[in-house]
Structures are given as C-alpha cells and as structure tokens.
C-alpha cells in the first residue's frame, strides 16, 4: 500500500452491480479512495454500542490537543490530518452521546467518510502474553527484564532530528546494543523488573511490547513498553529464514517462539544481531483488568485495538477491518468489525495491521496463527455531519 504522495484521492463514480450488490471497489495501488457506507460489508450488523466507551475515551483526549497537533504520520490524508479535524465529531459524540446501536452507527455515518485503504492489506494478531517470572534471579528465572535506564536519553540533532543515546562526559555516544545489553552493561543497576525464564519468553515480550508475568506465588506482574536504545531493528524470522532454520513459508511467531525455546543458545546469538532492545515499565495491579496503553495512552480492547505503522493510519482512526480470523481450535470464520488504531508500530510495512486479541492462553494462540489478507477501510472525519 502506498499513500498518494500530493495527498489528492480519486473520486469513486459509484457503479452498482448488475444484481444489486455493493458497489465495486477501485482497483490498483496508491490511495486511499472514498466509497459509501454499503462497500462496507456486514456494517449494518455491527455491535455499535460496544464502541461506545472507546470513542469517548478517545475524543476525550483529541479535546485536549490543541487544533494544530498532527494525528496522521506519514503524508496528508483527504482529512483527519490534524486534531481540528476530529474535534467538531468528538464534540458532538461528548455533548449527546449516543445510547444505542442504531444512533451509534448514525453517528458515524454523519461524521465520518470511508475511505477504502486500496493495496494489499495484511491483518496478523497481536496479544499480551502471559510468562513465568520471578522477582529475584534464579538458576531457573535467569534473563532479566529492564526497566528504562535513567541514562538513556533522546537528543536534538542540529537539523533537528532527534537520536537516542547517552551522555559521557559532555560526548553524546549511542546507547548500549542488545549484545553489550545481554553481556551485563546494565546488570548491577537495579533496572531489573523479573527474571523470565528463556530468551524466547524476553523475545515474545519485547516483540509485543507488553506482558503479564505470572510469579510463582500466582500473583501477576503488568508490563508495558517504555523505550527503546535507539538501534536498528532486525527481525528475527529474516535470520531464521536466510539461515533456513525455519522454511520461509512458516514463518510465524509461534514458530519462531518454538525454534527458541528448543534452541535457547542459538536464540541468544541471533538475537544479539538484532541491536534493537526494548524497555519496559510496571503498570498499576487495576491495569489487569484491560490491554496495557497503546501509544495513545488508552487501554487497548481485545479485538477492537489495532497496531499499525503510524504513516498510513492516523491515530485513533475508526477502521473497519475485513478478514478472515483465525479460532483458538484451529478453525477461522470471516470477521467484519470496526477497530481503532490504537498503538503504532513503525517497522510494519504500510498495508499491514495487527488487531489485538487480548490475554491468555487463546488470545496467544489466534495471534500468533492470525496471517490473512484482507480489506481495510479508514473512517475520516467530514468538517460538518451530513
């Protein structure tokens, strides 16, 4: 999917087809294109008044934005660009909001466009998994999980770009790599949270971004992302494949979990080529009771929460997602629901998104299994309700 550098959109001439059905969508790459509401499938069967709580969540935070503070990241979109965009919907939402199903999907009818995301869009999961950790470092429970270091700084670069590093002296050097990391350059330091148990556990977390870790007296630990060192990120599954551990075509999470915990020394040195490292933070025991914050500070929920790489989605779009989701037994059936983008990932290529499945056992499972393509279409905001 690639994004119309002069952010201009092609007008879709509505042609129905001969039996009646939804309008034909546009083919071809590039844009991102309007279509009326009946190109959406199933958006008349959608539980609206589940979506309730998000959307007031959302606008109660894109209120306090000033009107020029950018949502979108990447070039300009036909709207939503900027929090002015959203405002005039979200006050509307916040002084009359709607009680049921129909006026819900009204509202968004008269507030917003959709705009269909025309590419090859790819829909994977994404879940918080639940690890075994303990509090003090044991023969079993031996890779720490850091918190954020107090030396670990961004700065301003004469151009103004910004770098991650740490100061020695009046020298502003890069921050330490994931191998320098795991040698011990920050052991000593009280950054640790828990010890988990296999590289293959710090590897799901830090792929995800946030966890539960599970302590031996069944208390649960809530983790989220904090930072990262600034270095570049490699993926793994690139290693596996080029080195064909693991054949091209099953290259998934679960298999990349289970080729590391079957191979816990080769996982380490593999990691180690990936320079990037993540951080993370201890959230409030009541957090449990939802995802962590995505990167709008909003608590993400199982299956209306997307991640997705900031530049093609703005933050906090509605987005109705068209795909085929796999099932904890194995099984898949087609899923037409709207969901939020919530959470940025900015390595994701352009077309591709993740929906979050939630915790436990079979929200790990449909995450790691989910890998389908799909439809995506944004909803942007009109500057006045039609």
């Not at 670990?152 to 990391?181: D, K, N």
């Not at 201890?282 to 209306?304: C, D, H, K, V």
């Not at 983008?341 to 929200?363: C, E, I, K, R, S």
Request: overall charge positive; aromatic content about 10%.
């Amino acid at each position: 999917m690639k994004i119309n550098r002069a952010g201009r959109f092609v007008v879709l001439v509505v042609a129905l087809i001969i039996n009646g059905c939804a309008p034909q969508l546009p083919s071809g790459q590039g844009s991102h294109q309007p279509v009326p509401y009946g190109s959406l499938r199933s958006w008349g069967n959608e539980s609206f008044s589940q979506i309730a709580p998000i959307v007031q969540e959302e606008c109660r935070r894109i209120l306090t934005l000033p009107g020029d503070a950018r949502i979108s990241g990447g070039t300009p979109l036909p709207s939503g660009n900027f929090a002015r965009e959203w405002q005039p919907a979200c006050r509307a939402f916040s002084a009359a909001p709607p009680a049921d199903d129909r006026s819900m999907q009204s509202f968004f009818e008269k507030w917003f466009t959709p705009y269909y995301v025309n590419g090859d869009d790819l829909i994977e999961g994404f879940s918080e998994i639940i690890v075994p950790a303990s509090l003090h470092e044991t023969s079993n429970y031996h890779i720490p999980v850091y918190a954020r270091p107090q030396d670990l700084v961004r700065a301003q670069r004469g151009g103004g770009s910004w770098v991650t590093g740490r100061w020695i002296g009046t020298r502003f050097v890069p921050f330490y790599t994931r191998a320098e990391i795991d040698a011990g350059a920050l052991k000593g330091k009280g950054l640790e949270i828990a010890w988990v148990q296999s590289p293959a556990d710090l590897f799901m977390l830090q792929f995800q971004g946030a966890g539960r870790l599970r302590l031996p007296d069944g208390h649960v630990l809530h983790i989220a992302y904090a930072a990262r060192n600034g270095r570049p990120y490699t993926p793994i599954g690139r290693i596996l494949r080029d080195r064909n551990y693991i054949l091209d075509g099953n290259i998934t999470i679960a298999a990349i979990r289970d080729w590391m915990k079957h191979y816990p020394q080769q996982a380490r040195q593999l990691m180690a080529q990936n320079q990037d490292y993540v951080f993370f933070k201890l959230l409030p025991s009541q957090s449990l009771s939802s995802g962590s914050p995505g990167a709008m500070g909003i608590g993400l929920t199982p299956y209306r929460a997307l991640r997705a790489n900031a530049k093609s989605i703005p933050f906090g779009a509605p987005v109705w997602v068209e795909t085929s989701m796999k099932l904890p037994n194995g099984g898949s059936q087609s899923w037409r629901h709207l969901a939020f983008m919530q959470d940025a990932n900015l390595a994701a290529p352009l077309g591709h998104v993740a929906l979050f499945t939630g915790w436990g056992p079979d929200a790990d499972h449909v995450a790691a299994d989910q890998h389908e393509t799909g439809r995506l279409f944004i909803l942007l905001p009109r500057a006045t309700p039609e």
